[in-house]
Structures are given as C-alpha cells and as structure tokens.
C-alpha cells in the first residue's frame, strides 16, 4: 500500500514535467512563428509604379496608383521624396511611404512638343549678299508662329562644302530648328538656294573712232575707255579683244571688241563691238613760185625784145593757223563767298567745301569755287550748276596739267578734248555730277 502511493507520487512529478515540457515547447513555436512572421513581412519589396508627365507641366495635389487587379492607392504629392521636377526630362527614381506600405515611383518626363516648319523650300539670293543677311533670311521665314510663348527655337544652317554667296550656282542646305531647352526635340527642312547675279551690265559710249597711224595700242584703248561711261559702284575689269593683223602701224579699217565684266564675277559681262580706221595725216604741199626767163646772150639783142606779159600774182596758199597751246588754266584766287540769293538758294547737299563765287538766279546758274584731287592725277578747281538744263560743269586739270573741261548730265561729256585722266577718275566724275543733281532735285 506504501508502494503504490509512492509510485503515484513518481507519476504525478513524470506528469507535471511531460506538461511543463509541452508548455515550454507551444510557448517556443509561438514565439517562433511571430519572429518568422516579422522576418517575412520585412523581406517584402516595395510596390513599384510608374507615373508620366508632360515636360513644364503643373503637378496635381494627389495621384491614384492601381497596385493590384482591384486595389488602388492615393498618393499625395507632399509625399513623395524627392518631389518632382517637371523640367527635368528623363525618368527619375522617387520613394512614397505610407502607414500601410511603401511605394517604389518612377517618373517618365516627355516632351511632345510639336515643331512644324512650313514654308518655301526654294530661294533665290542674290551674288554676293553677306551670309547673316541670308541666314536672316531664312530664319524669319520659318520662325513658326505657333510656338507657345516662353519657348525659344534655335537654328543652324548646315551648308554644303562648296557653298558660296559669291558664286553663282545651286545649293542644297539643310535648316534645323530645335528648341533653346531642349535640343533633342528638333526637326530639319532641306532646301534649295540658287545664287544668281542679276546685275546688268550695259557699255554706253562712242563706237567708232579714227586715229592716225602709229598710236599705240595701251593709248588707244584709254581714249576708248575714256568715251564709255560705267556705273561707279561696281568695279569692273576691261578685254579688248582684237582680229588677227589688227596693226595701228599700218593704214587700215578694223573692227574689234571691248569686253567689260564685274571684277567679282566675270561671267557676268557685256560686250561692245568697235570700229577704228588707222590713217595717215595728209601733208600740205606748197606751190612753188614762177620765175622771170633769163636773156642767155649776156648782151643786148637787136630785135627788140618782145612785150613781157605782166605777170599774174600767183595765189598764195592760205597760212594754215599754227594751232594754239591751249592755256593752262591758273590757280584761281579764292573769292569771297557771295550772298545767297533767296529765289535761288544753294541746297545744303552741295559737295563740302565748295563755296558760291557767282550766281545769276534769272537763269538758275550758281558757280563754286572747289578744289578736288583726281584719283591717279589732276584736279577740279571749279564746279557750275545751270538749273535750266539740269547740267553740272567741273572744270579743272588733267595728268599733264592740260585743260579739263567736262559736263555730267546723264552722261560724261568733254569740251575740245579728251582729257588724260584715270579710269577711276572718270568714276569721281560721274559721282560726282550725281551728287550736285541730287541737291538740286
């Protein structure tokens, strides 16, 4: 009987260990299955979404995001880190945390602008025009009108390695417009550009000439150039071309031709066919004068001498007028300026330095004391303008110091001679009388 309630005793300690044992172990597994739990939820990554966005757009106070087939989420802008920049275009990497879950964001900036150029494709520029009013030009034709205010376009010409404004010829170019802030977006316009020279060139002047033989063929060709009137804003460059045997030294009648082309561009040209007669100046022979026979006896004849005729006065050649040197002309004194008369006033677009020695405002006339120098040598001392006819006189000297005496009307004319002067001297001429017409005008 003490036996059994010993044994029970033994069993009662066996029991209460065995339950202690499942206790410890079920607290065990809980606390097991809470930390596995934990380390689950923290090895979850965070929700990824997308968002797209104008470029400059203005960004809305809150986003909704889908995150699974039927759930959804609002995101408030204020949440997101780091917040968004609208300019920026490209994507970039954002984070949202929320109290239930975190948010991976990314953020696509796109430029859809649109940028149209609409427009001519073919131009004609004229030769020699400077290549930023060309490239003016073409951007004011193509600056599409509309660009949103605040967006500013940019252009480039890409040109040809043979492009030149100075060459007559066709091009292909091509034009790029983009925009200042974003060189990515930008679109491209080919076009065609012909240079031309329309320019026209036209020979005025005297087409015949008679020269005497023995001049030389540098002066002829200056008296010709001489008799031909140009425009003075152009430099030119002058050929003549002469026929085979052509030969001053020689009596004879030829024909030529002068060819005259822009100094810039010689395919633009014009040409004027001449004609010159070589001649030999006729001498001027004079008659000898009759003489009285002579008696060969030597002594006095019995038969009495017949009646002399009375001797007819031979004519007696016309004296040929030695030719007068024409007169240097003197350095005039400098007059006084005269009053102006009021019913005939001088303009003020009168040259600089001339000053008023007469005038006679019954008949429109002033004359001006003025003193120029000559490109290549000689000067004017004197200029005249008569109002009735609109003509200028410049008077002054040429290279050999020779009288100069010329009127500019439309054209150049000389008085008694072709004065010596350069080819750039008859230019100041002719601008010359163009400048005291348009003061008068």
């Known amino acids: 009987m003490k036996r059994l309630k010993e044994l029970t005793k033994k069993q009662k300690v066996v029991i209460g260990s065995l339950i202690s044992a499942i206790l410890l172990i079920a607290i065990i597994a809980v606390l097991l299955i809470v930390t596995n739990k934990g380390k689950v939820e923290a090895q ?8 797209t966005l104008e470029y400059k757009e203005e960004l809305e106070e809150q986003y909704t995001f889908e995150i699974g087939p039927e759930s959804e989420i609002i ?9 968004i920049d609208t300019t920026l275009i490209g994507k970039t990497n954002h984070e949202v945390k929320t109290k239930d879950l975190d948010l991976k964001l990314t953020v696509t900036i796109e430029d859809t602008r649109e940028l149209i150029l609409a427009g001519e494709t073919e131009f004609t520029v004229e030769f020699g ?7 003016e030009m073409i951007i004011e034709t193509f600056t599409p009108d509309e660009v949103e205010a605040g967006d500013e376009l940019e252009f480039e010409l890409e040109y040809p390695e043979e492009f030149d404004l100075n060459e007559e010829g066709e091009y292909d170019l091509t034009l790029v417009a983009k925009f200042a802030d974003n060189h990515d977006n930008k679109t491209t316009k080919e076009l065609t550009v012909i240079v031309e020279d329309s320019r026209e060139l036209v020979l005025e002047g005297k087409t015949q000439y008679t020269v005497d033989v023995g001049l030389s063929n540098e002066n002829f060709e200056k008296m010709v150039l001489q008799n031909f009137t140009f425009e003075e804003d152009d430099e030119l460059e002058f050929e003549f071309k002469y026929p085979e045997g052509f030969d001053l030294d020689k009596e004879g009648e030829y024909a030529l031709n002068l060819v005259a082309s822009f100094a810039n561009n010689s395919n633009n040209k014009a040409t004027q066919e001449l004609t010159v007669i070589a001649e030999k100046e006729e001498p001027i022979v004079e008659q000898p004068v009759a003489q009285a026979p002579k008696n060969n006896t030597g002594g006095a004849s019995n038969k009495p001498s017949d009646p002399k005729p009375e001797p007819k006065p031979e004519p007696k050649p016309e004296p040929k007028p030695e030719p007068k040197p024409e007169p240097k002309p003197k350095p005039e004194p400098k007059p006084e300026p005269k ?36 490109p290549g040598g000689g000067k004017i001392t004197k200029i005249a303008y ?6 200028v006189l410049m008077d002054g000297i040429d290279i050999d110091g020779e009288a100069l005496i010329s009127y500019y009307s439309d054209s150049l004319y000389y008085e008694f001679r072709t004065p010596n002067i350069s080819q750039e001297a008859v230019k100041e001429l002719f601008r010359l009388g163009r400048e005291i017409q348009n003061a008068y005008k």
């Open 44 to 51: 979850l990554e965070p929700i990824e979404v997308d968002l």
């Open 75 to 83: 995101v408030n802008v204020e949440d997101i880190v780091p917040e």
């Open 129 to 135: 025009s400077s290549k930023e009013d060309f490239e």
């Open 339 to 374: 009053p102006v008369v009021e019913d005939f006033p001088v303009p003020p677009g009168i040259p600089s330095g001339a000053k008023l020695v007469d005038s006679y405002p019954e008949e429109k006339w002033h004359k001006f004391s003025y003193v120029k120098e000559l």
């Open 386 to 391: 008569n109002g009735l006819n609109g003509h």
